[in-house]
């Protein structure tokens, strides 16, 4: 059994920043990807951004000089710190694990608004 749960989602003004964290649990002792996809209403879920091991983080070209991840030094966790937040970032932000063998866990999903 795994569970990912993130946390850090909110209304923020355009400009403003956000910090999301996510923490896996459960059987599987390290995830060897982990990373964050979002989806806005009417849109399809896409990825934001995703880091291989201990790797740099890999970034939409929507979001790159204006969100990092990184992974925590606690074991499977992961963080997406997010500046300059625009009105068209505004989606369910979710986090995800994939296993060596590729199996993908996902989280229940945080909502991020960019309003003014």
């Known amino acids: 059994q795994v569970r990912l749960v993130e946390s850090g989602g909110g209304l923020v003004q355009p400009g403003g920043s956000l910090r999301l964290s996510c923490a896996a649990s459960?059987?599987?002792?390290?995830?060897?990807?982990m990373g964050w996809y979002r989806q806005a209403p009417g849109k399809q879920r896409e990825l934001v951004a995703r880091i291989v091991g201990n790797g740099e983080a890999n970034y939409a070209d929507s979001v790159k000089s204006r969100f990092t991840s990184t992974r925590g030094n606690a074991k499977n966790t992961v963080y997406l710190q997010m500046d300059s937040l625009k009105p068209e970032d505004t989606a369910v932000y979710y986090c995800?694990?994939?296993?060596?063998?590729?199996?993908?866990?996902w989280g229940q999903g945080t909502q991020v608004s960019v309003s003014s």
């Open positions: 459960g059987s599987i002792s390290y995830f060897y990807v």
């Open positions: 995800t694990a994939t296993t060596y063998n590729n199996y993908t866990f």
